[in-house]
Every structure is written in structure tokens, then in C-alpha cells.
């Protein structure tokens, strides 16, 4: 009982010591923050945040096709393909994910005259997330036991029933806290698209608050914009993850 009454003590006292933090940080850390400047153009950060959200959402969807597909090729028998992704996967993991938006707009799009630059920045940052979700899948098909596979060929199942009575139905659950992780890593990497000007959330406050000179403000809103994105689906993905004893 004693122990309890502690654990809860020492939770109320960290919530306070953050919440404590956050405040000085939005209304004490400088003189004369003035927030109205920013929230005022309310209607272009409302769009903004539409637009950062449907680019992460369309990312997600096109990443778990890939990530899929490149899962597929690393554990393919073919030598040829197993090795020519685990290139590509540690030249992916290994370039900043600036330089890929660079290198797909300003070289890739220039190059074959595609100048969509929310197209071209969706396709950058899917390409990004194709090695991370090609992971979590591995991750989530560790519980399929040799056995079951050693069944699967018993039975002569082809690659479609595999996948679609064996494989998918038990991964589902275990992938799911990883997939909404990435989706947050999404989110959070879409900032970086304000460099190709694309009507996201840090390109639409970063417009805004080199106008009004506000640049201070604009950072505090536009973190906390992604906190009120991130933070519920870091706690969704935790309670999926305890909900499946993961």
C-alpha cells in the first residue's frame, strides 16, 4: 500500500516538475512574448496542419507498401535481390533525411521534370521510412515460428495464402505500436520539408513569424502544435503495445 501511494507521489511530482517546465518555457522564458501575433493567421495554420497530416498519412500508406515489398526482397532466396537491398537499406539508413528531400526534389524531380514539390517531398520521405517500416515488419514476424513455416511448405501453400492466412493475421498485432511510431516519425520529419517550401506546419509559422519578427513564438507554436500530434499517438502506441503484452 505504501508503495503505492509512492509510485503515485513520484508520478504527481514529475507531471508538476514538467508541467512547471513548460510553463516558464511559454511565458517566462523571454520578456514580452506575444503569441497573438502568431495565432492570429489561425486559418493558415489550421491548413497547414491539414496539409502536414495528410502528407504524413499518404507517406504512411505508400511506406507500408515498400516497406513491404523491400521486407519481402531481404529474405528472398534470390542472392541478387537479398543483397542488392541490404545496400540500398544501409545507404537509406545512412543519409540524412535533408539530403534526401535535397536529392529527390532539387536532382530526381528536376531530372525526369517532375515539379510537384508536395509530390516529390511525400516521395523523399517515403523512400526515408521504406528501410524503418521494412523493420518493424521483420520485428513483428519473429513470432512466426519455424514451425509454422515448416507447415506452410508441408501443405504446399503458395505465397498469397501464406501471407494471408498465416503471416498477416498474427503480425498484425505486434506491428501495429510500430507502425504508429513511424507514423510520428513522419510527422515529426515533415518539418524538414520547409526547405522546398512546401505549406506544412514549420514552413507556414516559419512565413508568418519572419513577418510579424516573431521567430520565438513561432518555434513555441509550432512545437507545440506537434506535441498535440505526437503525444497521443506515442501513449495510443503504448497502450497498444501493453494491450498485447509486447
Do not use: C
Amino acid at each position: 500500500m505504501f508503495k503505492i501511494q509512492k509510485d503515485k507521489l513520484g508520478k504527481i511530482a514529475a507531471f508538476l516538475l514538467v508541467i512547471s517546465f513548460l510553463v516558464y518555457i511559454f511565458f517566462f522564458s523571454i520578456d514580452n512574448l506575444n503569441y497573438k501575433i502568431i495565432l492570429q493567421e489561425k486559418e493558415k495554420l489550421i491548413l497547414a496542419l491539414l496539409s502536414t497530416l495528410y502528407i504524413s498519412i499518404v507517406t504512411l500508406l505508400i511506406s507500408l507498401i515498400s516497406g513491404f515489398i523491400f521486407n519481402l526482397f531481404q529474405n528472398i532466396n534470390n542472392v541478387f535481390f537479398r543483397t542488392l537491398s541490404k545496400i540500398l537499406r544501409e545507404i537509406i539508413m545512412g543519409t540524412p533525411l535533408l539530403v534526401m528531400i535535397f536529392l529527390i526534389v532539387y536532382v530526381f524531380g528536376i531530372r525526369i521534370q517532375i515539379y510537384n514539390k508536395t509530390m516529390l517531398g511525400i516521395i523523399a520521405l517515403s523512400l526515408y521510412m521504406t528501410p524503418y517500416m521494412a523493420n518493424s515488419y521483420e520485428a513483428a514476424m519473429s513470432i512466426i515460428s519455424e514451425r509454422q513455416y515448416l507447415v506452410m511448405e508441408l501443405y504446399d501453400f503458395n505465397f498469397f495464402q501464406k501471407y494471408r492466412y498465416i503471416i498477416l493475421p498474427q503480425i498484425i498485432k505486434p506491428f501495429l505500436p510500430s507502425m504508429i511510431n513511424n507514423l510520428s516519425i513522419i510527422i515529426k520529419g515533415s518539418a524538414l520539408l520547409k526547405i522546398i517550401s512546401v505549406g506544412e506546419i514549420a514552413y507556414i509559422i516559419t512565413v508568418i513569424s519572419n513577418k510579424s519578427y516573431a521567430s520565438i513564438e513561432g518555434y513555441l507554436v509550432m512545437w507545440i502544435m506537434y506535441l498535440i500530434i505526437t503525444i497521443p499517438l506515442s501513449l495510443l502506441a503504448s497502450h497498444f503495445a501493453k494491450r498485447f503484452s509486447l
